[in-house]
């Protein structure tokens, strides 16, 4: 059986919080959610949202990047802000419950 996921980094733009977010992808019946860009919001804002949605799974977030950069990952020179964006992503996964972290290279 097909499951589907909510890119919430594409799907509910109209929206502006993440709890409508959250929400709107359990009512459409989204199987789970994915948070490609972190959304400036704490983790228990993040963690109120999914516990709304009826704890929705997350199943994927990516590290995040800087000011104007996808990730630090394939930079040399730039290894203590690539070890914080995925220690950052780590704990969030962990608030989240979510298992699985995209690792953005660069731009």
Same mark, same amino acid.
């Given at each position: 059986?097909?499951?589907?996921?909510?890119?919430?980094?594409?799907?509910?733009?109209?929206?502006?919080? $993440?709890?409508?977010?959250?929400?709107?992808?359990?009512?459409?019946?989204? +199987?789970?959610?994915?948070?490609?860009?972190?959304?400036?919001?704490?983790?228990? +804002?993040?963690?109120?949202?999914?516990?709304?949605?009826?704890?929705?799974?997350?199943?994927?977030?990516?590290?995040?990047?800087?000011?104007?950069?996808?990730?630090?990952?394939?930079?040399? +020179?730039?290894?203590?802000?690539?070890?914080?964006?995925?220690?950052?992503?780590?704990?969030?996964?962990?608030?989240?419950?979510?298992?699985? $972290?995209? $690792?953005?290279?660069?731009?």
């Amino acid at each position: 059986m097909l499951r589907f996921s909510a890119n919430l980094g594409f799907l509910f733009q109209e929206l502006t919080t $993440i709890n409508e977010k959250f929400l709107e992808s359990q009512k459409y019946k989204f +199987d789970a959610i994915e948070l490609p860009w972190q959304p400036n919001v704490s983790n228990g +804002d993040l963690a109120t949202a999914r516990r709304l949605a009826h704890n929705i799974p997350v199943i994927l977030i990516n590290t995040p990047g800087g000011e104007g950069e996808l990730g630090y990952a394939s930079w040399p +020179d730039r290894e203590t802000s690539f070890q914080s964006s995925l220690e950052y992503a780590i704990n969030r996964a962990k608030v989240l419950e979510c298992n699985m $972290i995209h $690792i953005t290279s660069c731009r």
